[in-house]
């Protein structure tokens, strides 16, 4: 069986996925980090490949950017293919003075003014949860990997965000028990999506820009950065 966004059968997806947006990056991690990897799905280029992670069975795909992206990808995996959890990995814009460059966000809630879940659901419903299972094991690998990762709020928005005309308004009407820690495009649809269908979802970002950073990751640097993110989804995906 199959969608129209996606050609795979529905034993050719793992119970668990990692996905990063960029469908070169799905590529990238297919190329170098999984056994036996196979092109599953090349349907409008969000590239999905299963191969094996140290033997264990895993799917990468690409959501594309932005909500609506991940909001059909993410639906059709956990309700069509049976997909139990699915990591997004990405990049993302640092809010606060004492991120650099890759470090790694985990996404402990996300905030959103979208209208997303009023439109897919009839819930008025801006903030919602990463799952807090996959959380921990994200954190309890992340401690053995000995890497650094900081499990904060973040916010999703419906643009990108170094092009708003006035980002200290965005802040301001955000609620004020929200601390953003970084700001990306997918997460909210992502979580909600979860909640809705009984799944799990989790976020982990690499910081590639902030207004406290004086330059921007360069694409290759990208590549070479986010290493450390994709070894803790992949190793992560080993206990779950």
Do not use: W
């Not at 469908?23 to 990238?28: G, S, V």
């Not at 953003?180 to 997460?187: I, L, Q, S, V």
């Amino acid at each position: 069986m199959s969608t129209p966004h996606n050609e795979a059968k529905l034993n050719e997806i793992a119970k668990t996925v990692i996905m990063p947006g960029d469908p070169l990056r799905a590529k990238y991690i297919a190329e170098n980090f999984l056994d036996d990897a196979k092109l599953v799905n090349h349907v409008r280029c969000a590239y999905a490949y299963t191969g094996k992670y140290k033997g264990k069975k895993v799917t990468v795909m690409a959501s594309g950017m932005g909500m609506p992206s991940m909001g059909i990808y993410c639906y059709e995996l956990y309700k069509i293919y049976g997909v139990e959890n699915i990591i997004r990995i990405g990049s993302c814009g640092g809010y606060l003075p004492e991120l650099q460059l890759f470090d790694i966000v985990l996404s402990k809630r996300v905030y959103s003014e979208s209208n997303f879940a009023l439109t897919l659901n009839n819930e008025h419903c801006h903030l919602v949860n990463a799952n807090t299972d996959l959380n921990k094991k994200l954190i309890s690998t992340a401690n053995t990997l000995n890497l650094k990762i900081y499990e904060e709020d973040t916010i999703c928005t419906d643009c990108f965000d170094v092009y708003m005309t006035d980002k200290t308004k965005f802040i301001e009407r955000m609620p004020k028990d929200i601390t953003p820690y970084a700001a990306e495009m997918e997460a909210f649809a992502l979580f909600y999506v979860a909640k809705l269908l009984g799944k799990k979802a989790a976020c982990l970002m690499s910081v590639v820009d902030s207004e406290y950073i004086d330059r921007i990751a360069t694409q290759q640097e990208r590549e070479s950065g986010l290493k450390n993110m994709i070894l803790l989804a992949l190793e992560t995906s080993l206990e779950i």
